[in-house]
């Protein structure tokens, strides 16, 4: 609001105008410019062409997160195959193994991978585990939507970078990484001066599925962790249903704007202006990958996420055919532009691509 008895007022508002202005033109055009990056990575993948014809029902079920991709995938599929019809039941990440276990589907959706139990659960009933696709790359700063991990220190922090094997060091407590000792101060970091003694208080979440997705990728496997983390969980209205009423991640930061020697892992869609990310490398030399847009989408950045299918298919045999085309479609040309439409997952690498194809035994067509 402009105020008309104050020229000086008048004149800082219509320069906040410009200056804000001026950002969302440098927003949008870093935004077109990823989107015409995206489109060239598509474009690289190989167009689908059915290699036959197939028919009847495929049953999806999984996390309700991937209801709208999955039906542009559905609607796109049906084009090209007009013989087949899908009956989905997406109720939650956590039913998708259950129900592949007995059964109930044929295609199984989710916003993580696996855990153990579940793995457990699936070999009980057919003495070896479900095949794994990676089939989108996760979201950026989407809430629930398989954003990718940041790590987050203090605005104040001079910290500017970290290898995964120090970040084992800070958070876990085995170092398969290969740390020689428990990283528990700033000094360990390099830091000095007043930082060299100071404790690092670490952030984290209460969650089983975000803890086994940090020990798989940062823990090497390791299940232990630093006793001394501090663990937020979402908080829930008094009926107890979703969505919460307040993220874990907005309670994380929040502590952390006030706490000068905190670090946390978090998704970049709860950052606040007293906090910062760090770079991550996967490698003790670099090089240091920063957290954007751009380092997720071509999945550069090392705590990017996926998003999975997972099928029963028994060793050596053969994918059923009307579920090898649908996944031989997602993972193509048409399938990926689904995924880039959206707007809110990206598409794959083509090495990812090959690479998922390969774990079928299917060829990649990839040009």
Request: glycine share 8%; with cysteine; proline share 6%.
């Amino acid at each position: 609001m402009i105020f008309a008895n104050s020229a000086g007022t008048a004149q800082l508002m219509s320069r906040d105008k410009r200056r804000g202005d001026r950002v969302a033109v440098l927003s949008l055009a870093a935004c077109l410019c990823s989107l015409a990056a995206l489109g060239q990575r598509v474009d690289q993948l190989a167009a689908y062409q059915p290699v036959t014809q197939v028919s009847g029902t495929i049953r999806v079920g999984g996390t309700h997160h991937l209801d709208v991709l999955l039906n542009m995938w559905e609607a796109d599929f049906h084009m090209f195959q007009p013989g087949i019809r899908f009956q989905n039941s997406l109720k939650s990440t956590a039913t998708a193994i259950p129900a592949l276990s007995f059964g109930l589907i044929d295609v199984g959706v989710m916003g993580r991978g696996i855990l153990p139990l579940e793995t457990l659960e699936f070999r009980r009933e057919y003495r070896y585990t479900p095949t794994e696709v990676v089939v989108a790359t996760g979201s950026y700063n989407v809430t629930l939507e398989t954003a990718a991990f940041g790590i987050f220190v203090n605005k104040d922090n001079p910290l500017t970078h970290l290898s995964l094997k120090q970040l084992d060091a800070i958070f876990g407590y085995e170092h398969k990484r290969g740390a020689a000792e428990n990283i528990r101060t700033w000094g360990q970091l390099g830091l000095n001066g007043e930082w060299a003694d100071k404790p690092i208080h670490t952030y984290g979440f209460a969650i089983a599925r975000f803890d086994r997705y940090f020990e798989d990728v940062v823990f090497a496997g390791s299940t232990k962790w630093n006793p001394d983390m501090r663990e937020y969980s979402d908080i829930y209205p008094p009926d107890g249903n979703p969505p919460p009423v307040v993220f874990s991640g907005e309670l994380m930061m929040k502590d952390l704007a006030k706490d000068k020697y905190g670090i946390a892992y978090c998704s970049i869609a709860q950052i606040t202006p007293f906090v910062k990310a760090i770079a991550l490398s996967e490698k003790d030399d670099g090089p240091y990958i920063p957290l954007t847009r751009e380092t997720v989408a071509n999945r550069t950045y090392p705590l990017t996420r996926s998003i999975y299918m997972y099928v029963n298919r028994a060793p050596g045999k053969p994918l059923d055919p009307a579920v090898n085309e649908f996944i031989h479609y997602i993972l193509s040309r048409q399938g990926q532009q689904q995924v880039a439409r959206q707007q809110v997952y990206f598409p794959l690498t083509l090495g990812v691509v090959q690479s998922s194809l390969a774990l079928l035994k299917m060829p990649s067509r990839a040009q």
